[in-house]
């Protein structure tokens, strides 16, 4: 990384610490993933922009201060068993990755997860498990998760990955429509689900099933 783009990160860092990332293993993560590799060639030089980007299939890549939020969200510990809902360009299952002993990341689009299984090559981050599905669906044969993660938008908590979350466990994930959507965090206590309404997003939304054909990347 050249000097800019360091001293770019740096003010990057302090700019989420003063708007409420304060995790100090969340902060450090974000430190170590360098959001550059995850980010399309003609956006490099906004890799460190406090904004969501644009990436391949219409998706994007998500806002720092919304990663380090929704991972901060989950508090996660080193032994924690993480599902991810929507692989994207990976980023956000890297961050998760520095955080928790394993992450099972679920991609519809299988550009975007041969994407981001060769970066995670790439940065030798052996602890995160892919699959190609319907994020919908979980990944039951791994299920229970201590922690699930979702990076679109439901239009309700979906049932079927409540269901793969430990007794104990939490889920943080955005629910809404197009015109309004929260990040609720979901916590499963003896067969019950606490939620509570924590930030305002904007997220793409959740769609099930796997598309039959992928847009050119």
């Not at 969340?26 to 993933?33: I, R």
């Not at 602890?127 to 229970?144: C, F, L, Y």
């Not at 679109?152 to 939490?170: N, T, Y």
């Not at 994930?173 to 509570?196: F, Y």
Request: aromatic letters at 6%; charged letters at 25%; a neutral charge.
């Amino acid at each position: 990384m050249n000097g800019g783009a360091h001293d770019h990160k740096i003010r990057l860092l302090m700019d989420l610490r003063r708007t409420g990332v304060t995790d100090t293993r969340v902060l450090s993560a974000l430190e170590t993933v360098p959001r550059e590799v995850f980010v399309s060639d003609p956006f490099l030089e906004h890799a460190y922009d406090n904004r969501a980007l644009p990436i391949d299939c219409g998706q994007t890549i998500s806002q720092p201060l919304v990663v380090g939020l929704m991972t901060q969200y989950l508090t996660l510990g080193p032994r924690d068993k993480v599902l991810e809902i929507g692989t994207g360009s990976g980023y956000q299952a890297a961050v998760l990755s520095k955080v928790a002993r394993r992450v099972y990341t679920v991609e519809r689009h299988a550009p975007l997860l041969a994407q981001a299984e060769a970066r995670f090559k790439h940065l030798s981050l052996t602890n995160i498990v892919t699959r190609h599905g319907d994020g919908m669906k979980g990944w039951p044969e791994q299920a229970p998760f201590t922690r699930i993660m979702v990076t679109a938008a439901a239009r309700q908590i979906p049932e079927g990955l409540a269901d793969q979350l430990d007794d104990g466990g939490v889920m943080v994930l955005p629910v809404g429509d197009a015109d309004q959507q929260w990040v609720m965090r979901v916590t499963r206590s003896n067969h019950r689900l606490h939620t509570e309404r924590l930030l305002a997003v904007r997220f793409v939304p959740l769609l099930d099933g796997v598309p039959d054909h992928d847009p050119d990347t």
